[in-house]
């Protein structure tokens, strides 16, 4: 039962154009969002969060947009660049919990062409 | 500096055999993780350690216990290994004082069952 899915198991985009990661939810109970980004033989990094409380959080290039209606998360990258060629894993849990579990989506493999 | 270093990188044995993975984390943090990702992606929490106390056992078989020697230390032992256990294993930690406190990766341990 997957409560997080990243529907596009790939994405091609050239560079300096925008990059669009996307993320489902199932569990109405989760209320904290994160997204990771992973080179390949290296762990996940933290890349950038979201509470429920916002709708949208930025840091440089990196955006993070959540619409609770439609349990859906959007991670923006731009203007892209090639180092950004990477799988980004979305991860949600829930406050109210005391250890803070992450659930992790499949991942999206994005690839940016110079 | 390796902020979180998990030992070994690979490990290839037989079915049957008993391995250990070690992993340790030098960020001052108080709680650990282990997470598997499988052949299909997908990362799942296995186990998470606050101050050496559990408080996070997914359904992992009773084969797999881990073991957290002090707060900086979470190691996993794996009894009579099956072909199924074949994955990617990743130590995580993090500083569980609040909700925003993200979680940080070691590289992972790729382990092989012949």
């Known amino acids: 039962d997957q409560q997080v899915k990243q529907n596009s198991p790939s994405l091609s985009v050239q560079e300096g154009r925008i990059s669009i990661l996307n993320c489902d939810y199932t569990n109405s109970m989760f209320d904290y969002f994160l997204w990771y980004k992973k080179y390949p033989a290296e762990g996940p990094t933290f890349l950038i969060s979201?509470?429920?409380?916002?709708d949208k959080n930025e840091d440089g290039r990196f955006t993070v947009f959540l619409n609770k209606s439609a349990k859906h998360l959007s991670l923006h990258i731009v203007p892209s660049q090639p180092g950004d060629s990477a799988v980004y894993f979305c991860?949600?849990?829930?406050?109210?919990?005391?250890?803070?579990?992450?659930?992790f989506g499949k991942g999206t493999l994005l690839t940016v062409n110079p | 500096d390796t902020a979180v270093s998990q030992t070994p990188k690979y490990l290839v044995t037989q079915m049957g055999n008993d391995k250990s993975i070690k992993c340790e984390q030098n960020l001052g943090h108080d709680t650990m993780y282990w997470y598997k990702q499988d052949s299909k992606k997908f990362l799942k929490i296995m186990f998470s350690?606050?101050?050496?106390?559990?408080?996070i056992n997914e359904t992992v078989p009773n084969r797999f216990s881990p073991k957290s020697p002090d707060k900086a230390h979470l190691n996993l032992h794996i009894n009579s290994l099956e072909l199924g256990d074949s994955a990617v294993y990743f130590c995580a930690s993090s500083q569980v004082s609040g909700i925003g406190q993200p979680q940080h990766f070691g590289d992972g341990t790729r382990l092989s069952i012949l």
């Open positions: 991860a949600a849990t829930y406050s109210g919990g005391s250890n803070y579990k992450l659930t």
């Open positions: 979201i509470s429920s409380i916002k």
């Open positions: 350690y606050n101050n050496k106390e559990l408080i």
